[in-house]
């Protein structure tokens, strides 16, 4: 089993490799060939010919997606599959047998008996003509363009280009580095037109900020005056723009995107789990971008979602174990994994001691009441499985809490009310849902005096303002595990460095009941590690049988006792994540 | 045989607009006659036998047009008037809405009733500022007498008319695009299929006619398909008005049959060449979007299907004439201008293409082409020509392939010469 803290290589697709690409033009099918044969359809289905290849399909697929499954690539920049079908940008006209005018294949939808020619010699000139016309009044800026690289203009340059430009005058001027939204820039003059960007907001954001101003080689981009292109989903229009028209801010100059390996991996920012790549260089997250999965974000994700990860460069990280004698008093010192740990049951066993519990059953002993837990639906599945196991069922910790982080309504798209991703996991990990109640149950029992003892798991109470930093003062012990120097881990006698985003595997489940991936992307910092390995380290020291080593094989021993998530492992999430049974 | 003017038989009189003048030389009898002895089918019969072909530019029969509208669909269906009247030499329907409106009404009102339809829009080109006070007075005083809104002239068949004014787009008398604007959206063309027969005006069946076919529909209405079907030549049937500008000593609208020669339309209604020392060098007889005709080939008669076979096309008939004072590329380049200014921006070739003609013309005339420019020019119009999302693609490729084409010599000495030959670049402003 590979160390899931060590940096795994990204499971990506695999890039084709060079030569193989498969919408390159192809000499012209033999006319003298003898047409394939079409196989009988069913009553739904339509079967056809493209490029001499017989291919059924569903009734009302258009020929670029019949193509498309197919294997054959119409090269297009307008359509989207997620959007309405625009047909302007005309790259993909093919021609089509008794057809006299070429047909674009966005719009065409397949007849029985059709026969398609994608790739005849006439069909080459026009795609060799529309990318002329695209670049006759574009910038040509591909060095300074963040898109170059995963540009459509460069791509099908690369096939249909003539590599010299036969435009020789004053190109059509527009504004550059236009801030048209809180995230998002714009430089008119790479824009070609394909109103991708309009369509979404008009049809899946559903704000409409933008639409085409001006005509003919003027026409351009905007909003409406004085309006921002700002809703919660504005990133995806960057992600959809074929060209560098539409930046997106925070990437911009970061990195150039050949260098970037993409993760598959979840979104954690709230109870969706969008599916994510995450874009990492020199052990840096630069970007997630959605990755399409038609069962939980389509073709889409948040801006919230998007830029999640930047709190990891954003906040103080914590990279080794920081220790102190009491609670809030005096500074933190630095000390050794080994030390912390021991610390950690140390004041945890007083704080058990001091509360009177009789001695025996845990290290803690029986210390229901006063020593508590607080524990974060944010954390995956693993890590909350051997909290169970550690804090519940070895320290003998009955009183764990889950605080549940809310925001708004759920939205018509995405976005979710509940923030956390793993809610579901908390409930099936045998700790409990995120409850408001217990938690200002046991926030007033600490102001109180009535907790001892407490744990705290990737949430930052004190920080979120539910601690006051005073009520601290009376607990015995506090163990802090968490990423960052929260105003919680700099309060606590023991902090621990756990890994944060991207940085270690996992498994989280949707509000839907979606057990999926969480990869691991980069490496965590310092003597960060997964939380639920120092949870384990914790546990063995109060006389915890288990010696996990990764990831995979506590999800595989949960998935032996736990029915809900019999069988669940990662191949069987795959990318996709599979949908647990009675969920 | 002396041609009985039926279009343009009012506009000569006092008050020709006015519904008075217009019903004592016997308006809206047609329409009584259609209401009260044709079903609507049976009428749609009527104008397919007559042989009427649409006077947009197109020339598609409109009796079968209308026959595309699906039977048996439960949606409303629309009438919209195409009174977009845009084209540059193109002045005739403006004629009809300022001098006759009633005459239009009337061959809507009995459209309508024929394609069963009881909400009609008449789209009036923003600039028009005139022409639409004119035709709102006229819906006025139809409506006042009965012929617009319940139960017209106790048939038991409704209509009402809006009069809807364009924004002053080019691209808005292209059918679709006339139904985005009249929908309160952009003027960018739709793709078809569908066609707006099946899927118009807000998602229903619409048929899109123009002001002067509809001027048409009431000749049939007041004297049937035979009588109708005799005007002009065989499958170019009817009356029509022919717009003449340029270098004649009498430019203007003229009515005639269709199939009358150009020559004679030159010479005998616009009274000939404006110079008698410069002869006739080349001719656009169906209008600027269309391709235009060296003089060695003018001897054309200007009807549907003598103009496709002499290579070019009646369009909208609005002809003008060039004489040899007129440098070739220069024109070309006030066409380009035009179109590059009226090219909706929608589709890659047109949005492109469009602005790179007026930059390889000027080029051009100012002497500053290159050898190799007069093929970019036709290379480039090649690549426009039948890749676009609407017609107006076409509207400038045919233009400049067919000036390319027939005078070849004339842009080759602007690159040679390095300057134009008729010095029209320095008398350009």
Known sequence: MPDPVSFVPPIGPTPAPLGLRTDRPAPAPDPSAVPTPLPQTGPDQVALSIDGQAVVVPKGTTVLQAAAQAGILVPHYCYHPGLSVAGNCRMCLIEIEKMPKLQIGCATTVAPGMVVKTRTPRVVETRKGIQEFLLINHPLDCPICDQAGECRLQQYEADYGKGFSRFTEEKVHHPKRDDIGRHVKFDAERCIKCTRCVRFCDEISGTHELTLYDRGDHTIIGTFPGKPLDNAYSGNTVDICPVGALTWSPFRFKSRVWFLKNTPSVCTACARGCNVDVATYRNRIHRLTPRVNMEVNRYWMCDDGRRSHEALYERPRLERPLLRAACGEGPQQPGTRDEAIERAVTVLREAGAEGGASQGTGAAGGSAGVVAAIVSARLTLEDLVMARRVLKETIGIDRIVVPPHEAGEDDDLLIRRDRTPNARGALIAGIAGPDAGRLRELVQDIAAGRVQGLVVVGEDPVGDGLIAPDALRRLKAMVVIDWWRSPTAEAAQVALPACGYGEHDGTVVNFEGRAQHLRASIRPPGEAEPAWRLLQSIGQACGLKAAHDSATTILSEAARSVPAIAGLSAQSMGTAGVLLKGA | ?429
């Open chain 2, 1 to 429: 045989m002396a041609f009985e003017p039926l279009l343009t038989r009012n506009i000569h009189k006092e008050n020709p607009a006015s519904i008075a003048t217009y019903m004592a030389s016997g308006g809206y009898q047609g329409l009584a006659r259609v209401l009260k002895e044709f079903t609507p089918e049976a009428f749609v019969e009527e104008v397919k036998n007559s042989g009427l072909r649409g006077r947009g530019g197109a020339g598609f029969p409109c009796g079968v047009k209308w026959g595309f509208l699906p039977k048996g669909l439960d949606k409303p269906r629309y009438l919209c008037v195409n009174a977009d009247e845009s084209e540059p030499g193109t002045f005739k329907d403006r004629l009809l809405i300022e001098k006759d409106p009633h005459l239009v009404l009337e061959g809507i009102i009995a459209s309508a009733y024929a394609i069963r339809c009881n909400q009609a829009f008449f789209y009036i080109r923003g600039e028009f500022h005139g022409p639409c006070r004119t035709f709102e007075r006229a819906v006025e005083e139809a409506r006042a007498k009965g012929f617009l809104g319940k139960n017209i002239l106790g048939s038991g068949f409704d209509l009402d008319l809006i009069v809807y004014r364009g924004a002053g787009a080019y691209i808005c008398g292209e059918e679709t695009a006339l139904l985005e604007s009249l929908e309160g959206k952009r003027g960018l063309p739709r793709i078809k299929p569908p066609f707006p027969a099946l899927i118009g005006l807000y998602g229903c069946p619409t048929i899109i006619n123009n002001v002067e076919t509809l001027a048409n529909v009431t000749l049939i209405a007041e004297r049937g398909a035979t009588w109708y079907a005799g005007i002009g030549r065989p499958k170019n049937t009817g009356p029509k008005l022919f717009c003449l500008s340029g270098h004649v000593k009498r430019p203007g609208v003229f009515e005639a049959p269709l199939g009358i020669p150009l020559l004679e339309l030159i010479h005998e209604h616009a009274g000939g060449m404006m110079h008698p020392d410069r002869p006739l060098k080349a001719a656009v007889p169906g209008g600027s979007s269309m391709k235009i005709l060296p003089a060695a080939n003018c001897d054309v008669l200007m009807d549907f299907d003598s103009l496709a076979a002499a290579g070019t096309s009646l369009g909208s008939a609005g002809g003008f004439v060039m004489d040899t004072s007129v440098c070739i590329v220069d024109a070309l380049l006030n066409l380009a201008r035009f179109y590059a200014h009226e090219s909706c921006g929608q589709c890659t070739p047109c949005r492109e293409g469009t602005g790179w003609f007026v930059k390889i013309l000027t080029r051009l005339e100012n002497g500053d082409g290159q050898p190799g420019d007069i093929d970019l020019l036709a290379e480039v119009a090649s690549r426009v020509e039948g890749n676009t999302i609407c017609p107006f693609g076409e509207a400038i490729a045919w233009p400049v392939q067919s000036y390319v084409a027939a005078f070849r010599d004339e842009f080759e000495a602007h690159v040679t010469q390095s300057t134009c030959p008729l010095g029209a670049a320095a008398g350009r402003s």
